[in-house]
């Protein structure tokens, strides 16, 4: 049969049409948000077939919903009250023990500023509640009794407490844990392009799909000015890349014109008053999560100087005077206006 060239190459446009067509991206990102963790989870994810997207997303909203069990100060069944409940500590989770490890290392590094045995001084504060009033001086000492980086020690699997009432509070690292675990989930379900953020604990997952609103691949993410509200204070760029903020704009009351927010200094059980806000980019959120309370509580100076400590993190710090400070090599993530 003699060689048809038109039709054959008419065959071939169309094979290298539908191949480059299956190689680009899909332009549907999928995005869906649950309340897990006392905040919003919002999942994207895109660049595949939207069913197995679908249930991609749903395992990783499975994944943070069952550490939220384990590590939650609220369930009476998780790893964190059991631990909270006994006199000495006791055997916990593998993860729970992960995250005890890098919660540690992180205080010891800070120099105590990160805690994570402010369980007490949690429920006495109660920001979960309609009116939360300030303590006074008694209350607070009180609740610091024994708390402190060596309250609490890990050995393989099993926490031990140095006093029989301290309680454990890991709401300055649990969710940044819970977002890495359900990028984790994400990747084993072939994701390939996703972001997660818990309220601020965010991952960068890939490349972002290119469509005609977001010609740009990489995840350029506008972090929240902490005096305006709904301004950008600046624009960062990544790809693999946890983007991390605590703020005192999150969780706060006032009290006779002054703010009291949720991030507390161990020292003395108040809020702590050096920084607005502490973006920390790194390779985990768990790390980012510890580092942006631990740097909120030490202020610029001491918490570029704890910063330097770890390779691959990079941080920016809006001090209390509104002032910004940045780590040496912030501004390979900026994105120029
Ligand atoms: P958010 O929860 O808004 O993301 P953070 O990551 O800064 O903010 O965590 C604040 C939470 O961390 C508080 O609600 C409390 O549970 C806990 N926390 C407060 N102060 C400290 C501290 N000095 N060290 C460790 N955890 C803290
Ligand atoms: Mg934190």
Redesign the pocket.
Known sequence: MPWNRPLIIGLLVVLLALTWWRLQPGDEEIRHSRLIMGTIVEIMAGGQDPDELEDAIDAAFAEIERLDKLLSRHNPGSDVSRLSQSDKGGKVAAETAEVVALGLDVAQQSGG????T?GRL?SLWG?EKETPTVPDQDALSVALAGTGPTALSLDGQQVSKQAPHLQI?L??IA?GYAVDRAIAVLKLHGVTSAAVNA???MYLLGQRPQTPKHPKRFWRIGLQHPRQKDAVLETVQVRDRAVVT?GDY??FFEQEGIRYH?????QNGLP?RHCQSVTIIADSVALG?AL???V??LGPKAGLQLLTQYPQVEGLIVAVDGTLHTSPDWTRYQVTP
């Open positions: 500023a990160f805690d994570l402010l949690k920001f509070d709401g300055g969710k309220g601020g604990d605590s999150e969780r949720h991030i507390f200094d161990p702590a999560d942006a309370t631990a909120f509580v």
